[in-house]
C-alpha cells in the first residue's frame, strides 16, 4: 500500500458568483521512501495540494488517504495530532521563531514529538552545530533554511515536505539544501514532496508529478534520478 | 489627499475595527471621566448660586454687642452700594428635655423691612410660616436626629446659659406649623453658641413679634454688587471685601454716636450714685467701727479681770496641791514607823517566847536527869544493902567458921608437929600445916576482901549521892537565873508596847488635824472656782449681747450696701456692655455653609484634575502601539504610495484622520456619557451634606474643550511622529517587509541554571517581554491603573469603616450621654452621678465637660468642630472612651503634663507631640504641652485633667455631660433608661451613641455609588488595555503562531504562548497597582475628607485581595476573548506570504 493515495480531489474556493477549483480532481500515489518532486507554473494549484497533505487545510471532496487513514476526514483535533506526529514542514520562508536559537527552534519541534532526533545531532546532520545558538536574524538565508529542515527533521515525520525550500535562495545554497534533502531521504529512507515550479531540478526525484491549472498534467518515476550536482539549471 | 486615499483610509478603520474602538474607549474613558467631573463642579457652583439667589442670600451678616436701632439701620441703608437691609432678631435656646434638649437658634420669620426686599427667604417645604406668636417653624432636613411633624409642640426650658429666656420671647411653648430650609444653612453646620453644649443643632424660625427685645439683633444686608457677580466668584469676593470695609466705617460711626447718646448719660448717673453710695457708706462703716471698738475694749477689760482671779485661784491651788502632797507623805511616813515598831515588837515576843520554851524544855531534862540520877543511886543502896545483909547472914559467918576451922586445924597440926618428934612424920605434918595455913589465910584474905569491897561500895554510893546533890544545886541556879531573864525580858516587852501605843495614838491625831486643815483650804478654793466660773458667764453673756447688737447691726448695713453695690454693678455692667459697643461684619465667607460648600467643590475640583491624566496617560500609550503597529502593517503600502508619488504629507494624513476621527469620536461619547451621568452621582454623594435641591448639568465648556484637544492632540501627534519614523525610509526600503525584530539574548539567560529549567514557552515569554518594551509598559501601566482604581475604590470604602466600627465601638465605650440643664462641679452634680448610680442597667459612668474651643498653632487657627474636653476620672476614663494611637493601638494615658488631641487635628496644622498649642473659648485662653495624639475620627477633640484644666483656666471645670455605660444596651433597655432618667427635671437630654452611629451608616450608604464608577472604570481601562495590546500581539505574531500550529502544538498550547505573556504582565501591573493603589487611595481619601471627620487610613488586605483578584479576572476575561481569535488564525493565510 501506498503511503499516501489521493483519490480524486478537490479544492474548491468561492469568490463570490465565481467558483475557482484550486485543485481539480486529482489523483495519485507516494510510495514510502520516495522523493518526489510536485512541479507546476504558480497558481497551478501544487501549494494547495501540499497544505491539503500537511493537514494544515481542508479539501471540499475526495479522499487522502496517508498511511491507511483518510485524513479528509480528520477532526481538527487529529489534524493538529497528524501534523505533530507525521509531518515535517519546511517552508520557502523557514518561518522560524525569531525569539529562539537555532537549537531552541529544533527543540521546539521536538519537544513535543513522541520519539524526537536529538536537536544537536539534527542541527549537526544539516552542518550548523557551530551555530546553534545564534538567533535567526544573525543566520544567513540558507543557514535558516537549514535549520528550518533540522527541525522538521527533529520530528522525525512519516512525511517531509517542502513548500519551494529553495525559493528565497541563491543558486548555490538552494543546490545545498536540495542535496541535504535528498541526502536525507536517501539515508533516513525518508519521504520528501517537494513542491517547486522550477522543472529543472526534477531529474533528482524519483517521482514528479506536474500540474497545471488544479490538474495533474504529468506523473512520472526517474529510474535513476540524478545528484542533485549533476544538474543544472 | 485624494479621494481613494480618503477611501482607502474608512476602509482601514472598517478593517481594523478593535484597534479604532480601542483607542476611542479609552479615549473615551479619560475625556470622560475629565469633562464629567470637571462638570460637577459648576454644576454645583451653579446650583448654590442659584439657590442663593432665588433665595436672596443677603452678602451681610451685621452683629452688634448692642443690637440695632432703627437709626442704625438707617444709617446702614444708606451706605454706598447697600441695596437693602433687613433687620432681624435671633436668640438660642434650649429645648425642654421632653423636646429633645436640644440647642436651637430661634430666628425671626425674614420680613420686608420698608421699601427693602426680603432676604435669606426661606424654602418652605410643608405647612405654612408661623403667624401667631406661638407658632414655630423647624427645618425640614433636621441633622440632629430631632424629627418634627407639623402639629408637634415644642417646650424651651426657660434658662438658657445665664438669661432667662422668657424675657426674650413671648412664648416659651411652640406648635409646629411648617418645615423649611434655610440658605442661612446649607450644609450641615449650624454653628456655636454660649449655651448648652455650646453647640447649636437645630434652627427654627419664629414670628417676629415674638421677640420682646427692643433693639434688633442683627441685620442682614443685599448690596447693590451681588446682582452682577455670581456668588464664589473672584469679583464676588472682591466686591464683598471692599464694602465689608465701608460697612466697618459706618459700624464704627454708628457705634460713636451710640457712646454719645447712650453711655456717657448711663456712666454720669452711675457716677453719682457711685459716690453716694461711697459716702454712706463710710459713715455707716465708721458707726460701726466706734462700736466695735467699745465691745472689743470692754472684752479686754474682762478678759483682764478673770484672769487675775484665775491666777489667784490657781495659786491657792497649788498650795493645797502641795500640802496634799506634805500630808500624803507623812501618812505614809507614819505608817511605815508604826509598823516597824510594831514589827520589832513582835520579834521580840517570839523571842521571848523561845527563850520559854528553851527553858521549860531545860528545866524538865534537868529534872529528868536528877530523877533518873537518884534512882540509880537508890538502886545501888538497895543493892549494897542486900549484898551486905546477905554476907553479914551467910557469908561472915561461914567465913568465920571456916577461919576458926581452919585455926583449929593450923593450932591442931602445929601442936602434932610440937609433938611428934619423927622428922618425917614432922615434915608431913609441917606440908600439912602449911597447906592448912594457906587456906587459913585465904580465908582470911576473903574475908578482908569481901568487907572491904563492902566498904567500896557504900563509899562509891555516898560520893555519888554527894555528887548528885551538888549537880542538882547548880542545876537549879542555873534554871532560876534563866527564869529571871526571861521575867525581865517580859517586863521590858510589855513596857515598849505600851509605849509604842502612846506614839501611834500621838502621830494619827497629829495627820487628822493636818487632813482637816487641807480639806477647809479646799472646800474655801472650790468655792472660789464657782465664783470665779460665775463671773465670767455673767460677763461673758453682757459681752455677747452687745456683739450680737453690733453683728445685726453690721449684717443690718451690709446688706444694705450690697444691695447698693450690686444696683452699682448692674448699672456699671449694662454700661460695660454699651460701652465697648461693637459691630460685627459677616460675609458669606463666614456662613460655614457657603465655605464649606466651595470647599467642597473646591476638593473635588483636585480629584478631577489628576484621574483624567492618568488615563490620558494610558490613552497615548494605546494609541503609540496601535498606530506604530498599524503603520507598521501598512509599511508596503506607505512604500508603494511613496513611489507613486504621493507626498509625505498625504500619507501621513490618512494616518492622523484614522486617529482624529478615533480621538473625535471618543471624546465626543466619553463627554456625552461622562457629562450626563457623573455630575449626577457625585452630587448624589454630597446630597448627604448639602439640602440646597438637585442639580441640573452646567457645561463647563472650557474643559470640555480642553480634554477633547489634549486627546485629540495627543494621539495625532503620536500618529505623525510614528509615521514619520517609517516615511524616513526610501520608497524601496518601504516596500521591503521590515526585518523582524531580531531575538536578543536577555539578561536572564545568563543565570544559567535558571534559564535551563525555562520551559520553551517560559523563555519564549521572557524574550518577549523584553522585546516590545512599549508593549510592556502600556500594559503595567494600564494593569496597574486597572488595579489602583479598585484598591482606591475598596480603600475608600474601607476608609468609611473606621468611621462606624473604630468609633463608635472601639473609642467610644459608653452608650449614652446625659447632659443636666445647668453644668457644674462634680459635687453640684452628685444628684446626677448618684442618679445614675443606683439604676442597675449601668455599669460604668463618668462626667466630662465639653466646651467648644479654638486652637491655634503656627498662626493656624481651627474653631471649628473642636471640643474642649476635660474628664473628671482621667485614670478610669479607658473604661468609657479609649484614647489610643492609631498605629500600635497602644493606650494614652491622661496626665496632667499636657493635653490629647486627635489625629485629625494634628494632622491639619503638623502638631506633633512635644509641640505646644494655644486653646482657647468661653473657658479662657492658654497654652498647653501636647502629650499625645489619639485616634478619632469624627470632629476634633482635646482631652485634659481637671487639675490641668484648673492650673491653666484658673477654675474648675464645669461639668455638663455625663457618659454612661450601659450593661444591656438593647434598644429597648436604652428606651426606658432614657426615660426614667429624663423623669428629673434638672436632666435636659439623654442621646444614645447608637443612634449617632445608625445616623452616620444612613450617610455614608450613598457614597457606595461613587465607588460602584470607580470599579466599572476601572474594569473599562483594563478591558481597554488587556484587550487592545492582545490584538496587537496577536496581529504582530500571526506567523509565529501559524508557524506553532503547523508545527502540530494545539490551540491551548498556541494560547498559552501569548498568555503566558499576558498573565506575566498583568501580575506586574498588579503589583505595581497595588503599590500605587496605596497612594491612590490616600490621596482620593484626604481630599474628599471633610473638615470634622477623619477617614480610616488603612487599606484593609481583603481591598488588595478585591483588586488583584478583579484585575486578574479582567485579564482573563480578555485572555478568553482572544482566545477565539487565536483559533480563528489560518495558517495557509498567514504563512503564504511574507508581510
Redesign the interface.
Known sequence: MSLVEFKNVYKRYKMGEVVINAVDGISFKIEQGEFAIVVGASGAGKTTVLNILGGMDNCTEGEIIVRGKDISKFSDKQLIEYRRFDIGFVFQFYNLVHNLTAKENVELAAQICKNPLDSEKAIESVGLLDRKDNFPAQLSGGEQQRVSIARALAKRPGLLLCDEPTGALDYNTGRQILKLLQDTCKKEKMTVVLITHNSAITPMADHVIEMKSGKIVRDIFNENPKSVYEIEW | MTKSLLKNTFREIKNTKARFISIMAIIALGVGFFAGIKATVPSMYNLAENYYKEQNLMDYRLVSTVGFDEDDIKAVANTEGVSSVMPSYFCDAQTTAESGGNVVRLISVPEKYGDNSELNTLVLKEGRLPEKPNEILVEHDSISGTKYNVGDKITFSKEAGDKDLSEQLVCLEYTVVGTANSPLYISYQRGTTSIGNGKISEFMYVNQKNFKTERYTELYVKADFSENCSAFSDAYEENSESLAETLETTANAQCEVFDKDVIQKAKNELGDSKTKYNDEKTKAEKQLSDAKDKIESSQKEFDEKIADAQSELDNAKAKIDSGKTELESSKNEYYSKISSAEAEISKKETQLKNAETEYEKSKSDFDSQIISAQEEIDSGRAEYETAYNEYKSTQEPQLLAGIEQAQTAVDSLKAAIAAETNPDVQAVLNAQLEQAQQTLDNLNSQYSQALSKLEESKAKLDSAQAELDAKKAEGQAQLDSALAQIESGKTALENGKAELETQKTEGYNKLVEAENTLNTAQSQYDDGVKELEKQKTDGQQKLDDAQKEYDKEKSKADEKFAEAEEEINDAQKELDKLSSPEWYVFTRNDNPGYSTFSQNADRLDAVASVFPVFFLLVAVLVCVTTMTRLIEEKRTEIGTLKALGYSNISIITKFVIYALIAAILGSVIGTVLGVCSLPFIIYNAYKILFYIGDITLVLNIPSIVLGIAAAVLCTTVVSIVVCMRSLAHKPAEAMRPK??????RILLEYITPLWKRFS?TA??TA??LF?YKSRLCMTVIGVAGCTALIVAAFGLLNSFDPLTKDQFETIYKYDAVIVPKEGGTEKELSYLTSEVKNKDNVSRFMLASQQEATVEFKDQIKDESTYLTVVQNPDELDTIISLHTRKGKEELTLTDDGVLINEKLSEEFGIKVGNTIRISGEFGDSEAKVCGIFEQYLHNYIYMTPTLYSSLFGKNPSYNMLDVKLEDNSQTAQESFSSEVLTDNRIAAVSFIATSLEEFKNMLNSLNLVVLVMIICAAALAFVVLYNLTNINIAERV??I??F???????R?TSSFIYKENIVLTLLGIAVGLVLGIFLTSFIVQTVEVDNIMFGREIYPTSFIYAAGFTLLFSLLVNAVMSFKIKAVN??ES??S?E
Open positions: 526585518a523582524p525584530k531580531p531575538g536578543k520553551f523563555k519564549l524574550r518577549n522585546r506567523r509565529e501559524a508557524t500550529k503547523v508545527l502540530g502544538f494545539n490551540n498550547e495558517m495557509v504563512l503564504k511574507v
